[in-house]
T-cell receptor, first 112, second 114 residues
Framework: KQEVTQIPAALSVPEGENLVLNCSFT??????LQWFRQDPGKGLTSLLL?????REQTSGRLNASLDKSSGRSTLYIAASQPGDSATYLC???????????FGKGNQVVVIP | EAGVTQFPSHSVIEKGQTVTLRCDPI?????LYWYRRVMGKEIKFLLH????????ESGMPNNRFLAERTGGTYSTLKVQPAELEDSGVYFC????????????FGPGTRLTVT
């Protein structure tokens, strides 16, 4: 069964600290992995998309890594800001289909 | 370029009633997907259209759900009759031809069945 897990469900960090969010998946036959951000009442905003042939992607203060062999992806947010408070979702597209399999998300609060 | 839009943003209906959700994908996107998030659970795939054809409908929960995409443009998702467990947020996403993994999501429709 192709599943994606995100733990913990919620976390708080002081402003300025680096955020580390983890995502694990059960099937190493992954086509790509995507990190999304969701603000309350809003849709999903794609942050980073990592293809299976890549090990990491970077955009500004965000960096996401992908380790297929261990079934893990990590999202790093450097020098967190209150505006980074949101729910972060990890979604994998596994080989053989076009659907995204989502984790439940990490609800992040950055404390000023 | 306009993003994926969904209508309505919220819908409250009684058990047994019918509701129709609409999704307008990004113009030119051949792939259209429906997902759903029920309380406390992860977002789950419902179905995938390529143009007007259903490519994968393995995630549809039961025959009370009917999705259409006439003409390969906008899509509707009808729930008839609605049950309490259908409450949740219904997301639509679209992606360009040949790039199914690059999905752009709409804001979702929050459905409450009372």
């Amino acid at each position: 069964k192709q599943e994606v897990t995100q733990i913990p469900a919620a976390l708080s960090v002081p402003e300025g600290e680096n955020l580390v969010l983890n995502c694990s998946f059960t099937d190493s036959a992954i086509y790509n992995l995507q990190w999304f951000r969701q603000d309350p009442g809003k849709g999903l905003t794609s942050l980073l998309l990592i293809q299976s042939s890549q090990r990491e992607q970077t955009s500004g203060r965000l960096n996401a890594s992908l380790d297929k062999s261990s079934g893990r992806s990590t999202l790093y947010i450097a020098a967190s800001q209150p505006g980074d408070s949101a729910t972060y979702l990890c979604a994998a597209r596994f080989s053989g289909n076009n659907r995204l399999a989502f984790g439940k998300g990490n609800q992040v609060v950055v404390i000023p | 370029e306009a993003g994926v839009t969904q209508f309505p943003s919220h819908s409250v209906i009684e058990k047994g009633q019918t509701v129709t959700l609409r999704c307008d994908p990004i113009s030119g996107h051949d792939n259209l997907y429906w997902y759903r998030r029920v309380m406390g659970k992860e977002i789950k795939f419902l179905l995938h259209f390529v143009k007007e054809s259903k490519q994968d409908e393995s995630g549809m929960p039961n025959n009370r759900f009917l999705a259409e995409r006439t003409g390969g443009t906008y899509s509707t998702l009808k729930v008839q009759p609605a049950e309490l467990e259908d409450s949740g947020v219904y997301f639509c996403a679209s992606s360009p031809w040949g790039r199914p993994g690059e999905q752009y999501f709409g804001p979702g429709t929050r459905l409450t069945v009372t």
